[in-house]
């Protein structure tokens, strides 16, 4: 009963945080001025339910500590992110799931890349503080490690489920996803290469795609089909062997960006 107890205004101020990452874009719109004053809300809110609610006094608490190897983890997680995204539209390309028509003008793609490469950092960290650093601070708090790969993927699975519908392919998506995120903050003790990862998959998005449909590329005779959601689920499930392999090899990086 105790433990319960404790447990519950953790769960409480997950769902404030998710309620206002979830509710308040589409009561304010997406207009520049109003989701930036988004952004700084979410982590003054952050902030403040963990400072005065919870009693987190340490930033390294929910993994975005500064040590000297946090930088290189950041990196090193947007170079496989853009990566592997990129190697899925490579894959699309060779499958025929589109026809490459060119370049957009440098006038609109530079100005829109600008917007993305910050938007999308926001963006991506706004999601792995709520879900994997907070995670990390509840698995902590409660000496529930051995369940954080487990509890951050199902979390975040539903979340993902609750800002696109539900979908079983995109719950299975999500889920492997989830694995190379979490794994990532496991080995590392941080959630900037995470952080990272979602970055770079998010800018290689819009670099194809941009905000509006119109990326860097132009594409032509687009189609759409479930063979491709399964390819590009298999190329996203290479993320983990893959991580596994530059993280055994990067150790001494990781020793750094995991020390308190």
Not at 22 to 32: C, D, Q, W
Not at 203 to 209: K, L, N, P, S, T
Request: one cysteine or more; a positive charge.
């Amino acid at each position: 009963m105790n433990r319960l107890a404790a447990v519950l205004p953790w769960l409480s101020a997950f769902i404030l945080l998710d309620l206002y990452v979830s509710l308040v874009p589409r009561m304010t719109g997406f207009a520049l001025p109003a989701w930036l004053a988004y952004v700084a809300g979410f982590f003054l809110f952050a902030y403040a339910l963990c400072r005065f609610g919870l009693g987190i006094t340490r930033m390294q608490a929910v993994g975005l500590g500064r040590s000297p190897g946090w930088l290189p983890c950041l990196g090193l997680g947007f170079a496989i992110g853009f990566g592997v995204w990129a190697l899925k539209n490579l894959l699309y390309f060779a499958m025929g799931k589109f026809d490459l028509a060119g370049w957009r003008d440098g006038d609109f793609v530079l100005p829109m890349l600008g917007q993305a490469l910050v938007g999308m950092l926001l963006a991506s960290a706004i999601n792995d503080v709520m879900i994997r650093g907070y995670g990390l601070a509840f698995c902590r708090r409660f000496n529930l490690m051995a369940w954080y790969l487990p509890i951050t993927i199902v979390v975040y699975a539903l979340d993902d489920s609750w800002n696109e519908g539900i979908d079983p392919f995109n719950l299975l998506f999500s889920a492997v996803l989830g694995v190379s995120l979490a794994y990532t903050v496991l080995r590392t003790g941080t959630i900037w290469m995470s952080i990272g990862i979602h970055w770079g998959g998010n800018m290689c998005y819009r670099v194809m795609a941009g905000f509006d449909g119109r990326g860097a590329v132009r594409l032509e005779h687009v189609v759409e089909g479930a063979r491709f959601d399964y390819a590009g689920l298999a190329v996203t499930a290479l993320m983990f062997p893959l991580l596994v392999l530059v993280l055994r090899r990067w150790g001494a990086g990781v020793a750094d960006a995991s020390a308190d």
